[in-house]
């Protein structure tokens, strides 16, 4: 698990401690004067005229702009305070107070907005992080499945030609092929179940559904092998909610993991990249000669698949009661808050393709996605098609490497061939002056275009 960046950064303390943290720090250093100097509290006759300034400017780098203004006009209003009941005058030698005064409120702007400043800067980075994660999460976990599937090709014989991930292909465009509504993990557990155990030689396992909440579904349990007294508060199934990774029995021993009477060998989570727990596996039973790290390492990287699995047919099943609107508003308000770029291609299939071109030309351009690129079919009113694209975090000179790539793939697609001048490819940059709205409405003139792919 990739620890983000929000995780690093310390959290600030709530509105209104950070009001009395700031009226502390402001009150704080003419107390302190007071203290050193009654008749003269601020220091001003002394020469130290910093003794004042030294709160907005605290206030200002630890809580922004807006407090570090708050606390030089509160300064401000000490020293014609303590003029007046020193001298009588709120104005008293304006000719010395009037520069200090200016100063003060000077130092907490200043200070604030430099605060603010890199605070913008440390958002967006975060942003920028934590989109960087998810990428680097999914190419690592499509590494290691190929890692896989090559080590077992290497065991079975040459005349086998099914692998690892053809399987996972095949289990993927069955579940995308579901009708809406279906409950994958209730109506299809057993199958998912089968098809762990079958590549990873299981002998007995339950499959246990996660809400949202992070609590396992009892009653939807799937059993493998037999049902099993399973203790539903086994540390090891706490362990592995908790820590969002596989848990066996070697690493809850490092861990110090009470395990005594524990049935379970293992804990694989369906997990995605967003770090979603769908289902754990609780593993009774195995062949000893496959309880290695090696092997351990397998089903590590299977349930990661299966939760990426899940995560899409999710996804596929929600159809258009996903709010992609939202979506590109995310992306919307990450340009403007943090200044990051995205792109918004628009894909235009004429009414002179056929069905089966139309599909075979979505198929292939949704199958080259990127872990965060999010894609959506709408009809247009003349009755053809168009296909959005979202590419989060990409520039706008990257279309047209996007296009040309998109020209590739699409000539060498079965069928499509010299059909490709009947596809317009265009695109929108996402860069926060324009709503979601705006962007998605059909009215809206594409800033460039690829004439055809």
């Not at 792109?343 to 199958?367: G, N, P, W």
Request: with cysteine; proline share 4%.
């Amino acid at each position: 698990m990739i620890l983000s960046t929000d995780e690093r950064q310390p959290a600030l303390p709530s509105r209104g401690l950070r009001l009395l943290e700031t009226a502390v720090i402001t009150l704080g250093f003419p107390v302190i004067g007071w203290l050193i100097n009654p008749d003269d509290p601020l220091l001003l006759g002394s020469g130290l005229t910093w003794l004042l300034a030294i709160a907005p400017l605290l206030v200002g780098m630890r809580y922004g702009f807006a407090l570090g203004f708050s606390s030089g006009l509160v300064s401000v209003v000490l020293m014609g305070l303590e003029g007046w009941w020193y001298h009588g005058d709120l104005l008293n030698d304006s000719s010395q107070r009037l520069p200090v005064a200016i100063a003060l409120i000077l130092v907490g702007m200043v200070a604030g907005e430099m605060a603010d400043n890199w605070r913008r800067r440390l958002h967006q980075m975060t942003v920028v992080h934590r989109a960087q994660s998810t990428r680097l999460e999914e190419f690592i976990r499509h590494y290691q499945l190929l890692r896989v599937s090559h080590d077992q090709l290497a065991e079975r014989l040459a005349a086998n030609p099914f692998t690892l991930r053809d399987a996972l292909k095949a289990l993927e465009a069955k579940y995308q092929a579901l009708a809406p509504g279906v409950d994958v993990l209730r109506q299809h557990g057993n199958e998912l179940l089968n098809f762990l155990a079958l590549h990873a030689r299981v002998q007995k396992a339950a499959l246990i559904p996660v809400d949202r909440q992070q609590r396992l579904q009892r009653q939807s349990v799937t059993w493998y092998g037999g049902d099993i007294a399973l203790p539903w508060n086994d540390p090891m199934l706490l362990a592995c909610l908790e820590q969002r990774r596989m848990i066996c029995l070697k690493s809850a021993m490092d861990q110090g993991i009470n395990i005594d009477n524990s049935p379970l060998l293992a804990v694989v989570p369906l997990i995605d990249v967003e770090q979603r727990i769908y289902a754990v596996v609780a593993i009774t039973a195995m062949p000893f000669i496959d309880f290695h790290r090696g092997h351990l390492h397998l089903l590590a990287v299977l349930g990661a698949q299966l939760g990426d699995l899940l995560q899409q047919t999710q996804h596929t099943l929600q159809g258009e009661s996903t709010d992609h609107r939202a979506i590109v508003a995310q992306w919307v308000r990450h340009a403007r808050d943090h200044q990051l770029t995205s792109l918004l291609i628009t894909i235009d299939f004429s009414t002179q393709l056929s069905d089966i071109q139309i599909t075979s030309a979505k198929d292939s351009i949704v199958s080259a996605q990127r872990g965060l690129d999010r894609s959506w079919v709408t009809p247009k009113d003349d009755g053809s098609q168009r296909l959005y694209v979202l590419l989060p975090l990409t520039k706008q000179t990257a279309f047209a490497m996007y296009a040309e790539r998109l020209k590739e793939t699409m000539a060498a697609q079965p069928g499509i061939g010299e059909a490709c001048q009947y596809i317009d490819v265009s695109y929108q940059v996402i860069d926060g002056r324009r709503s979601a709205r705006k962007l998605l409405s059909t009215k809206t003139r594409p800033e460039a275009s690829h004439a055809h792919a």
